[in-house]
């Protein structure tokens, strides 16, 4: 029996759930019938073994992690790992040498210090994967051996959430790089477009290797230091945005307007907020910061809170322009998440982005900071009214330029980008459970897709697998099945 029949011939679905009487046509063949709200939390910047590397029973770096040494530019193995590298160079906290594998960054740094920021862009995501060798992280990374790092995990919260729930070990960010653009693949399950982009944000590619054009100074080995390329930019050129770039409106009022030409033109896409509003579904998302920000109380990338513009990526659509009424109805602020949970009355689908300091970028950021954060969101979650048929899905944008051993799929020219840390967290999902399935960013929107009876965005979403084989197949009652 199915987990929607159950609840069908125990409960009255509409009084229950408020279902509608089109979901109720469709209980039949909605694995997510049950599921009432949708939460999706989506933190910062790590890789699947930089946090679960360790974890009992998922494929981390007891499997096959030593066929990946890392290899200099001539394609040549390491003899041990380039040096640590941050913005005031050599980072003397770790060791000048380092072998050449994966090693624990907790061994010289506690998780609740800072390390250097990690190269994380499209191109250079797709020069380090190296066709599926995942042997090229180091000599790409302007902090050298660092992407070789791990921590022990059993100390976070997130360990603690996986074995009480689902752990998706094959779960891979939706597009080679940066978080600007794995933001608008969470939304839009598409690729920014600029097509009458300034001639100095093209980059320019080399036509044999289908990457970045180096530099006739790049240096002919990484313990020399980072490749230096001809002319990095944001934009292809064929008119397709895959690095940073800001709207054309700043949302604080205390930072500058972007020079005009140079913002991302407004977007028309459509995004997974267009496809639930037509349907009638309730959705927000929300940002940590986000009050603040629009009152000019802080600015972007401003100590303490590092709020990020580029991380909110319904700002870069017109549908959410500045003023317009669908901005002000969906994007909306952390309280505003935390005051819902509590009463209860959370939308169908929310999207949560914690502000800079608690998201767990490297940088300006910590990984026991975030984790904490993380821990403290998911138990109001959970004390919601809510919770009984809430489904968390808990993921990272990117990998952050950390290392992952197992190569990802291959689908399309903007990805998918190496494996991310994913929870799957219901009363519904499987515990102490390993997800095995072939995930990708994409597969959050196709679980919102199956669920609300929603026309794909892409052929991205279309084809991606949703999160049904993270749900227990038999369920007991919905207060019973709280915890």
């Not at 090229?136 to 995990?153: C, H, N, P, T, W």
């Not at 914690?354 to 950021?365: C, D, I, L, M, W």
């Amino acid at each position: 029996m199915t987990l929607s029949r159950i609840f069908a011939k125990a409960f009255a679905w509409p009084l229950i759930f408020g279902l509608t009487g089109s979901a109720l046509a469709q209980e039949a063949s909605n694995p997510f019938a049950a599921i009432g709200h949708i939460v999706v939390i989506y933190t910062e910047n790590r890789s699947f073994d930089n946090v679960f590397g360790l974890y009992p029973g998922a494929e981390g770096l007891g499997i096959g992690a030593d066929r990946f040494a890392q290899v200099d530019f001539d394609g040549k193995p390491f003899g041990e790992l380039p040096p640590i590298r941050g913005d005031k160079g050599v980072d003397s906290r770790f060791p000048s040498i380092l072998p050449n594998a994966p090693f624990p960054i907790d061994a010289f740094l506690p998780n609740a210090e800072k390390t250097p920021d990690m190269t994380h862009d499209f191109f250079q995501e797709k020069e380090q994967i190296n066709g599926g060798k995942m042997d090229r992280f180091a000599a790409v990374s302007g902090a050298g051996g660092l992407v070789m790092g791990y921590y022990d995990g059993r100390s976070l919260a997130q360990w603690r959430l996986a074995q009480e729930f689902t752990l998706a070990d094959h779960f891979f960010h939706g597009a080679f790089g940066g978080s600007f653009l794995n933001h608008m693949f969470l939304v839009c399950a598409c690729a920014p477009t600029f097509p009458s982009a300034p001639p100095s944000l093209i980059a320019e590619v080399d036509e044999a290797t289908g990457l970045l054009a180096l530099a006739a100074d790049s240096p002919k080995s990484a313990h020399i230091g980072p490749p230096h390329y001809r002319k990095p930019g944001p934009v292809t050129s064929d008119g397709y945005a895959v690095s940073t770039l800001q709207p054309p409106t700043p949302l604080s009022p205390r930072d500058s307007a972007t020079p005009a030409g140079f913002g991302l033109p407004p977007q028309t896409q459509p995004t997974i907020g267009d496809r639930l509003t037509e349907k009638g579904v309730s959705w927000a998302w929300y940002a940590g910061g986000w009050n603040d920000m629009r009152a000019g109380r802080i600015r972007q990338r401003e100590a303490p809170e590092f709020f990020q513009t580029h991380h909110q990526p319904f700002l870069y659509f017109a549908n959410f322009a500045a003023g317009a009424q669908e901005r002000e109805l969906h994007l909306k602020d952390a309280d505003d998440l935390f005051a819902a949970a509590e009463a209860g009355t959370l939308p169908a689908v929310s999207f949560y982005k914690p502000v800079g300091k608690f998201n767990e970028h490297p940088s300006y950021a910590d990984l026991k900071t975030g984790d904490a954060h993380l821990e403290e969101v998911v138990a109001r979650l959970r004390r919601s009214p809510n919770w009984r048929d809430m489904l968390i899905i808990v993921t990272a944008d990117e990998n952050g330029g950390a290392w992952d051993h197992v190569a990802p799929p291959k689908i399309d020219r903007f990805g998918p980008g190496a494996r991310v840390p994913t929870l799957i967290l219901s009363p519904f999902a499987k515990k102490g459970f390993v997800d095995r399935t072939i995930y990708d960013t994409a597969s959050i929107l196709a679980t919102i897709e199956t669920r609300f009876a929603l026309a794909p965005l892409t052929a991205r979403d279309k084809g991606a697998a949703d999160l049904r084989n993270a749900l227990e197949t038999t369920v007991t009652a919905p207060g019973s099945a709280t915890r």
